[in-house]
């Protein structure tokens, strides 16, 4: 993923109003993030504690721009402990909460939303990069590992895909 600014995070989201761009609060530690190891950026805005925002980087269908998406936290939480839909981490060291998206243009504006379980506070680039335990002899652990970074891309971009729907044909 290459690096972004403020800026470009707020121009990035795909179903968030001018206000509600405005008002994100970018994640703290954005100068010091390590970007190669990113597939996707996602936090938890500090000053709206519900409010969520991921950013996926630039795809050659998309003309190679970073999109994002503003996501709302459900207030309830899974009864049991829930896997994450994008990093299908077994071994989460973190919560799973369920969050919802507005979708993009008139189908947004009218109150249609997509939802997905995910880590709570967006580990999946992490998680997916642990080297998988040795699953039997000759298994290949480093490719085991990067059909789970592909798998990422590939969920995360589904989801970006469900939240644009018909916008995307534009």
Excluded: I
Aim: aromatic share 6%; hydrophobic share 40%; with cysteine.
């Amino acid at each position: 993923m290459l690096p972004l600014d403020p800026s470009a995070l707020r121009a990035s989201l795909v179903n968030a109003s001018r206000k509600e761009a405005s008002d994100m609060t970018p994640p703290p530690d954005l100068g010091s993030l390590d970007w190669e190891q990113l597939d996707l950026l996602g936090w938890r805005d500090p000053k709206l504690p519900r409010r969520a925002y991921v950013v996926l980087p630039g795809h050659p269908d998309d003309d190679d721009r970073p999109r994002g998406v503003l996501l709302r936290q459900a207030e309830a939480v899974p009864r049991r402990r829930a896997q994450c839909a994008w990093c299908q981490d077994v071994t989460l060291p973190n919560d799973v909460v369920f969050y919802a998206a507005r979708r993009a243009g008139a189908a947004g504006r009218v109150g249609a939303t997509v939802g997905t379980l995910l880590c709570r506070d967006f580990e999946c680039s992490r998680n997916v990069r642990v080297l998988p335990p040795l699953a039997y002899e000759g298994f290949d652990r480093e490719a085991a590992r990067q059909q789970r970074v592909a798998v990422l891309r590939e969920r995360s971009r589904a989801f970006l895909l469900a939240v644009l729907g018909d916008e995307h044909a534009g």
